[in-house]
């Protein structure tokens, strides 16, 4: 009888679980994580790409969809169909977000659920261990691995979160590249192309010392560019989680022609020009291949005459508006563009909730239908240069015309050397304060600029700029250069009609200078072409109102084109302005195909010779076996 009563209690029991939603699990139901390779896996890392299979005890007899889930999350995965029979299999994805929940909670290990169509819980696989994925770090313009270094070993910013880094460069692997060097100003850079195939390199290593098959990207300013160069042209399988920058300037950065008049850092310091990243990179690289974008704006200047390069609001170097001139996910932070890579407020309130995405938060980034989005060009006077030897000075005349509320101005020196006095329209010596005059002072090279300041509503007239050294400027001395933007007074409309021409193809620029919505006449005006190994041409313009000349270029690559105008206003005063082109002149595929066709055509002329003399010479090879 007390059994009896057992058993009833039981059934009792299993009943009422059962009207609750609880269902039993058949042991023999199995779930499996598959690899890249189809093998069972017990430890992927996160991003891997993975299959899920279910094998049921019993064969269905109606078709039925499964869905898995992880862990206890509403979260699904995967889903396969089984048409008949007891077992089907997810298609491959990637397993991006698997070490981490929601709150930035690290999960080492995780359990995948399958359910039916009632979401009923059928079974559930082995505990797996999931392992974070790598972080590689890029670095920008003039710069080094060690810009990241708050960021590595065992007390970096990664290391907080129980993240790997790997800064390129920095000798953990192979691979470094190069931006340039403040050493060795004049050397000649690496392209962006040839960056991207070395981060391509730098990325491999570091896939093969860890044995993840996917990295998070993040970079610094010009490293940005070189990250999307990789994305587009030299990623084969897609191996990068997202694309994480920090201050990189998708539409450039006018700052650049500072460095980039001296002749400094080419190629790279013509890359990062405005019209170079807007008319010729973001017209070509515009492949996200699945790969989300995000870019942080430092945006701690928003005053026009503290901002000596750039529009604002911006980070002394990068504004706000070149970080949106491609569509991309973006988020604004108050801070420097130096700062970027060692703000510890940067890395935990932007870095770390994005390396730290849970499963379900990834979407594959489609490519945007547009990529180019032209940002109003600043108004710039010519580029100054000099220099300035040991314990000497020169002296520089700037007109500011009428009707200018703004004239800013940056210096760049590359031994971060100089001072300067500068004496207004007025005839006095103006004491530059960081608050009324923006006066600031940078020795980040990444900068592109050492001194900055400008003015708000400046008198018109001429102004004095003196360059002096210091007690720190070299033996040899030091070459500088100056730029200024005006806002308002006359503006500059100069174009060429093509941005990407090949060797021998004739380029027609073209300029006009308005002031009050009427053309002025333009005196002289001159296209300053410097090629990719430094060399200047120059070619001049006919003077008047709508003005053009042509070019022909003759050697592939990055030409700067500075086109300085002189205008006169019709109550006679003298008006200066310049814009800054930039040109890729790439090769003629025709030719290149003519050249490749002569090689393979001379290649077989020379293999039949071949094959004709070894036919000759196998009689008298018989011979003289025989007769020696």
Known sequence: ??????????????????????????????????????????????????????????????????????????????????????????DSFLSLGWHWDAGGVAKNTRVIKAYDNGNNLLGQSESITVKPRPVVLVHGFISSWDAWSAYLNSNGYLASIGLQGFAVGDGQVEGSMNTGSMTTPVERTNTLAQNAEVEGQYIANVKKTTGAEMVDLVVHSMGGMISRYYIDRVMKDRDVAQLIMLGSPMGG?????????????????????????????????????????????????????????????????????SINAIPLQSSKFEALHSDLTSSRAVFENYISPLLERPAGSFTSAPDPETTVVKTPALQFTRVYTGRVDAGGSTELTINIDDNVTVASFALYDPTRSVTVSVRGASGNVIQLDAEKNGFVQITDPSSMFYLGYGFANPKPGPWKVTVLATDATPASGTDFSISVYFIGGATLDAQSNTLIPKPGEQIQFSASLALGGEFLEIQQARAIIRNPQGEIETVDFNPGEQISAAWTPRIVGTHAVDIVVTGITPAGAQIERTAFVSLEVQPNPSRLSVQFNIFLVAAGVLAILGFILYLSTRPFAKWFRRNR
């Open 1 to 90: 009888m007390r059994k009896i009563l057992l058993i009833l209690t039981s059934l009792f029991v299993l009943s009422a679980l059962s009207g609750f939603g609880f269902h039993q699990q058949d042991s023999a139901t199995l779930i499996q994580i598959l690899n890249r390779s189809g093998n069972a896996a017990t430890q992927i890392t996160d991003g891997d790409t993975v299959q899920l299979q279910i094998t049921l005890p019993q064969p269905v007899t109606t078709a039925q969809t499964i869905t898995f889930k992880i862990d206890d999350q509403n979260v699904t995965v995967g889903s396969c169909v089984i048409e008949n029979g007891a077992a089907c299999q997810a």
């Open 253 to 321: 950065s006018d700052c650049s022609v500072l460095p980039a008049a001296l002749g400094f850092y080419l190629p790279a310091s013509i890359e990062i020009r405005q019209s170079y990243m807007e008319g010729v990179f973001n017209k070509q690289i515009t492949h996200r291949r699945g790969v989300e974008f995000h870019d942080l704006a430092g945006t701690a200047i928003i005053e026009a005459f503290k901002s000596p390069c750039t529009d604002i609001p911006n980070d002394m170097v990068v504004s706000l508006g």
